[in-house]
Structure formats: structure tokens, C-alpha cells
């Protein structure tokens, strides 16, 4: 369905963009609802006073987490590495014959139970 291009969801970027004041965030994780704004998206981010202060210790009151967090890329956009390598990829055709077999399917060739 992508082409063959992977997608990454940013979790931190979309939290920020959409629930800048954290409501959502407060209203389903009670345990960060004393933290400030910069940590509220970031909870990982506090040193041992700051959970302190703010009554939420990762590991004990929050979970630490799994992986680490998605970083914003770096590279300009290009996943290979340096983007002035000025080498052109060949597309990745790793689903080349996705499109014909989307094609092949047509309207009401399918049902539904």
C-alpha cells in the first residue's frame, strides 16, 4: 500500500502538534497530570529532582520507555546517509507487482460475509 516507502509516526511530534496543553494526555495518563508543559510530551526527559518535585518517578510511578524515542532526521531527508553524495538511488521495487494486482481487481469481483 506505501509504494514501498516505510512511514515513521512521530508519537512526541503529533503529541506536541495536537495536545500542546497535554489535556489528552492528562486525561488518560492521571500520573503526569502535576507535570509541566515540557515534560508532559517527555516524561523520560526529567532528572531524579525533577520526579521528585513533580510526583512521578519513571520506572516506579510511569514506565520507562521500551525503545528509545523517535528523533527528528538529521540527514535532510534522505535515509541512505549524506544527502550531497550527489549518487542517485534506483526506487526501491520491492512491490513492483502490487500495482498489478490492484489492478486486476475490479469493481464487485469481491464480497463481504
Not at 510530551?41 to 520507555?65: A, I, T
Not at 549518487?87 to 521495487?93: A, E, S, V
Request: aromatic share 8%; net charge positive.
Amino acid at each position: 500500500m506505501t509504494g514501498g516507502r516505510l512511514n515513521r509516526f512521530n508519537i512526541v511530534k503529533q503529541s506536541k502538534d495536537y495536545d500542546q496543553l497535554g489535556a489528552y494526555v492528562k486525561l488518560w495518563c492521571p500520573e503526569l497530570k502535576d507535570l509541566p508543559k515540557e515534560f508532559m510530551h517527555e516524561p523520560w526527559k526529567m532528572n531524579q529532582f525533577q520526579q521528585m518535585e513533580y510526583n512521578c518517578r519513571l520506572g516506579v510511578d510511569y514506565p520507562n520507555p521500551i525503545v528509545s524515542p523517535s528523533q527528528p532526521r538529521t540527514d535532510g531527508g534522505n535515509r541512505h546517509g549524506n544527502s550531497n553524495s550527489g549518487k542517485q538511488r534506483k526506487p526501491n521495487n520491492r512491490n513492483r507487482h502490487q500495482s498489478k494486482e490492484m489492478k486486476s481487481l475490479k469493481q464487485g469481483d469481491f464480497k463481504i460475509k
